[in-house]
């Protein structure tokens, strides 16, 4: 099916363990997003790419890794998971860089 | 690093004009600004962008005034269905690498739509 999907769409983990979100588009659109979701704080955006191999950091890049070998897969990894990377993380895709934004159902991570 | 600003939530009852206005005062000759809808458990959807002055779709219009310092999604004749966060998104990326504003969501706007 078309779209963009994530994996898992629920993880918990613990303090210091190296989790992997995953995250797949089938447009083959050029730029993809992370974004993470808390309360007061709306979307923030962690990293995104324009292209693969092209990553840069966005609002809060701290404590995260990406990661885009090929175009359709952008991983977000949390290197060494805290408690305040608890949170919704949300993957997005777009053709243009400028331009709508597709955004997949998201992943709660909950860190112990 | 540009700022939004919107109002908390919001209260309407259907049938009634929607107007929800975003603040972004630091806003950079380069950036767009979009409005998104997110439903809960969903991720955002897009609804509408611009850069000045009016720009009309089949669900909604935005303005912006000349000095761009805020914009106003208007959601016409509002129904049930139509509650939800919107947020609005500042900037863009086109400096990759450089400063930018590098797409800033505002908090988001709960907008309650009763019968």
């Known amino acids: 099916d078309a779209g963009i999907t994530q994996s898992p769409r629920y993880k918990i983990t613990e303090t210091g363990r190296q989790v992997t979100l995953m995250c797949h588009q089938t447009w083959s659109h050029s730029y993809m997003f992370w974004y993470r979701q808390d309360l007061g704080h709306g979307l923030r955006l962690i990293y995104y790419s324009a292209a693969a191999d092209i990553t840069d950091k966005g609002e809060v890049p701290d404590g995260y890794v990406v990661s885009r070998s090929k175009t359709e897969n952008f991983p977000l990894t949390l290197e060494s998971a805290t408690r305040s990377q608890t949170s919704v993380y949300f993957c997005?895709?777009?053709?243009?860089?400028?331009?709508?934004?597709?955004f997949g159902p998201g992943t709660r991570l909950t860190v112990l | 690093l540009a700022k939004t600003t919107q109002p908390i939530s919001m209260d309407s009852y259907e049938g009634q004009e929607v107007n929800i206005t975003c603040s972004h005062n630091n806003i950079a000759t380069n950036d767009y600004i979009t409005w998104y809808q997110q439903f809960p458990s969903q991720g955002p959807r897009f609804i509408i962008q611009g850069y000045k002055t009016k720009v009309t779709n089949e669900v909604a219009s935005l303005f912006i005034p000349a000095d761009r310092k805020s914009s106003t999604l208007s959601l016409p004749r509002v129904s049930l269905s139509d509650t939800a966060v919107y947020y609005c998104l500042v900037g863009d990326i086109v400096n990759y690498g450089g400063a930018t504003n590098k797409l800033i969501f505002g908090t988001g706007t709960l907008l309650a739509v009763q019968p």
């Open positions: 997005a895709s777009s053709e243009e860089v400028i331009g709508e934004q597709f």
